[in-house]
Antibody, heavy 120, light 107 residues
Framework: EVQLVESGGGLVQPGGSLRLSCAAS????????MNWVRQAPGKGLEWVSY????????HYADSVKGRFTISRDNAKSSLFLQMSSLRAEDTAVYYC?????????????WGQGTLVTVSS | EIVLTQSPAILSLSPGERATLSCRAS??????VVWYQQKPGQAPRLLIY???KRATGIPARFFGGGSGTDFTLTISSLEPEDFAVYYC?????????FGQGTKVEIK
């Protein structure tokens, strides 16, 4: 069974940093492209970042470019999102989402999400 | 950035009725549209990819159509578990973008 488990969320002050992790199991992690998608409280879905299966290709939403860094460790089946210069508008549930194989853009498995709250 | 506009925002229907949800793109996305279902407190679930292909385990009452800029998700006969929010998404361009969602609620 595919499992994605996010961790690392919490309360952080504006301007602060946080590192999210996503532990994957039940599939060959190194074969799949991965993404982060977020959802502000009561709002819709917003794609945040993508990383190819090897890590050689990366994309970001304009709203986080230059502040967030996506990375992965295939040996440990883990995905990461380093977030810095956090703003109130970054407050959201952050989901780790697997891309359907060879699609780069259909998210066929999702974690349960981790809540990031940016507030003083 | 490709903007996806979903309509209506809210659809009030009874179980057994047919639901038709619309997603319009600001420019052509070919057939690279995806539909998700999200229930309160849960992560989204992939329903349809490439505009019309059902994901694994998705019941046959869900079907998608369209190409270019206009897409529809149809639920042929609503079951109680289908009342949820539905999002479309495009995967032809970066950044990936979602529609704002359509809530299907019980009338």
């Amino acid at each position: 069974e595919v499992q994605l488990v996010e961790s690392g969320g919490g309360l952080v002050q504006p301007g602060g940093s946080l590192r999210l992790s996503c532990a994957a199991s039940g599939f060959t992690f190194s074969n799949y492209e991965m993404n982060w998608v977020r959802q502000a409280p009561g709002k819709g879905l917003e794609w945040v970042s993508y990383i190819s299966n090897s890590g050689s290709a990366i994309h970001y939403a304009d709203s986080v470019k230059g502040r967030f860094t996506i990375s992965r460790d295939n040996a440990k089946s883990s995905l990461f999102l380093q977030m810095s210069s956090l703003r109130a508008e970054d407050t959201a549930v952050y989901y780790c989402a697997r891309a359907r194989r060879y699609s780069a853009g259909d998210f066929d498995s999702w974690g349960q999400g981790t809540l990031v709250t940016v507030s003083s | 950035e490709i903007v996806l506009t979903q309509s209506p925002a809210i659809l009030s229907l009874s179980p057994g009725e047919r639901a038709t949800l619309s997603c319009r793109a600001s420019q052509s996305v070919d057939t690279y549209v995806v539909w998700y279902q999200q229930k309160p407190g849960q992560a989204p679930r992939l329903l349809i990819y490439d505009a019309s292909k059902r994901a694994t385990g998705i019941p046959a009452r869900f079907f998608g159509g369209g190409s270019g800029t206009d897409f529809t998700l149809t639920i042929s006969s609503l079951e109680p578990e289908d009342f949820a929010v539905y999002y479309c998404q495009q995967r032809i361009n970066w950044p990936r973008t979602f529609g704002q969602g359509t809530k299907v609620e019980i009338k």
